[in-house]
C-alpha cells in the first residue's frame, strides 16, 4: 500500500483518505491518500512498512506524525522494529488508539513518517503519557538505531476522511 503525503488541506477523490489540520498554530495541514497503486502527483510518497491496529472502533478524529531520518550507517531494521513496538505498546495501553503506521520514502529509503491515528484527544495525549509508554521511549532512544527525528512530532485534528476511515466497525482499514 502506497500513500501519498502532500502539504495541504485540499479535499481528495481518492477511496481512502485523511484532511488533517496542525493543532500548533504555525502548522501546516496535510492531506494522506492510501492507494494500491504508485500515486502520482505532486507529494511525497510513502510506502506502508507496516499498521498495527488499536482497539478504537468509532472515526478517527485525531493524528500524530513525525519524520525520521536513519543514517547511512544505522539498522534500519532495528529501527523499524522499534516504531512497530512503540505502536504495539501504544494499542495495548491507549483505548483511544486506532491504528499506527510507518511509512517509508519510496524514493530514499533513510527517510520515514511515523502516524498514530486516534479517536479522542485525550487518547493522543495519553499516547505519550501513559507510564509503559513512557518508559519503553526513555529506554528505547532512536540514536542507538541511528535515527533522528527530522522533524518534530506534530499533532493534528482530522478535519476530513474518506473510505474506510469514517468508521471502523468489521471493516478493514488499508494494510
Known sequence: MY????????????PQWLRLLSLDQFGVGLTLEWSE?????????????FEVHGRWRGSVGYAI???W???LDGNRVAFEESRRE???LRARHVDAFYAGYLLRRVNDHSHYTALGLYGTRAGLDEARSQ?????????????????RE???AQAFQVAGRGGLFERRGGSRIPS
Open 69 to 71: 531520518s536513519v543514517a
Open 3 to 14: 500513500v501519498l503525503r502532500r502539504i495541504d488541506t485540499r479535499p481528495s477523490h481518492g
Open 65 to 67: 506524525a513525525a519524520d
Open 37 to 49: 497503486e504508485l500515486p502520482g502527483g505532486a507529494g511525497d510518497v510513502f510506502e506502508t512498512l
Open 86 to 88: 512503540l505502536s504495539s
Open 150 to 152: 527530522v522533524s518534530a
Open 131 to 147: 507510564a509503559a509508554i513512557a518508559k519503553w521511549v526513555e529506554g528505547n532512544p532512536p540514536a542507538k538505531w541511528g535515527a
